[in-house]
């Protein structure tokens, strides 16, 4: 009576330690996820998908307004997602003036904001968009994948998204971004 | 010195947050239901399984970020015009992935979170007969 429960004794000894490996697992698997520098973007799945079509009013009388057809217009170009009341926009600005100055089309699409306000931050922090669309219920955010802002799509010349650019624009990415224009002209 | 302390920290907890948000009013549906209640309680359900973009931890349903009135006043307009929930929440997730919904889907990388409970009773089942049975053939 004894001697087949010792030997089933023997062969699950090993099966002892089971629990407390996989428990070693589990804390390694926490405490991986609880280092790793936390990441909040939520690319866009639109990349390499057509603009789709939209067509805002201008967002400030001086300008045009942005539709889907002036983006395909041959060239690419930079749609920056901004305003006025959007704090690391202001930070951006500089960095989309100096792209401006190397020759990128910049269009605007301003997320629900007053064409007041619009003015004053333009003539605040510069002023290198070709056209501004007012976006007032976030449509076409929305149907480009973008959650914030700011947030910055190439879109190249047959209008298609190429690329997206989540938060402001710091100066070391200026060339980068450049070069991602350059590729999608 | 404790009662300075005190008067800090009720004045950090009464101190308003500076607040970058916009100024605008909300979209049309972000906060008015559909005049017909089969509708918004579809359209309900609908905004309760879609998670806020910005906020996180929030269905758009529950969220008062300007995003989500966005997505609420989509969410009912497409409703209003016939079009499927499940629709609309395909049209969403074309755009921002799985991240968008909470109603989990079955793909090519979440299937062995719906395998492993059913793998885990088999296993259990089989060890459990072993030992009724492995105890009385012994």
């Known amino acids: 009576m004894s001697e087949p429960a010792a030997s089933a004794w023997r062969t699950a000894r090993w099966a002892l330690w089971l629990p407390l490996v996989l428990f070693a697992l589990f804390v390694a698997l926490v405490l991986g996820g609880l280092l790793r520098p936390e990441n909040r973007d939520i690319p866009s799945r639109m990349i390499g998908q057509p603009m789709p079509a939209f067509a805002l009013r201008a967002a400030v009388p001086d300008r045009p307004g942005l539709a889907r057809g002036d983006l395909a217009d041959g060239r690419a170009h930079l749609v920056n997602i901004f305003a006025s009341w959007c704090i690391p926009c202001g930070v951006e600005a500089p960095q989309i003036a100096q792209l401006a100055a190397q020759g990128a089309i910049i269009d605007g699409i301003a997320i629900r904001d007053h064409p007041e306000d619009l003015a004053q931050y333009l003539a605040r922090n510069g002023d290198p968009y070709q056209r501004i669309g007012a976006d007032d219920i976030s449509a076409v955010q929305l149907a480009i994948g973008s959650s914030g802002v700011p947030e910055t799509f190439i879109v190249d010349g047959k209008g298609i998204i190429r690329y997206q650019h989540i938060g402001d624009i710091r100066p070391e990415e200026v060339p980068m971004i450049l070069a991602r224009l350059k590729d999608a002209s | ?138």
């Open chain 2, 1 to 138: 010195m404790k009662a300075r302390v005190f008067a800090w920290l009720l004045l950090a907890a009464l101190a308003a947050p500076v607040r970058a948000d916009d100024t605008m009013p909300p979209a049309p549906y972000a906060y008015r239901q559909l005049a017909d209640p089969r509708a918004e309680a579809k359209a309900e359900a609908l905004m309760e399984t879609l998670r806020c973009l910005v906020c996180q931890s929030q269905s758009i349903a529950d969220s008062d970020a300007p995003i989500a009135g966005d997505m609420r006043n989509q969410v009912r307009l497409r409703i209003a015009r016939g079009e499927d929930p499940e629709e609309i929440r395909a049209w969403l997730v074309q755009r921002y992935g799985d991240y968008v919904t909470y109603a989990p889907r079955m793909t090519r990388l979440t299937w062995p979170l719906f395998a492993a409970p059913l793998g885990l009773l088999a296993l259990a089942a089989v060890l459990l007969r072993r030992r009724f049975t492995g105890g009385r053939a012994a």
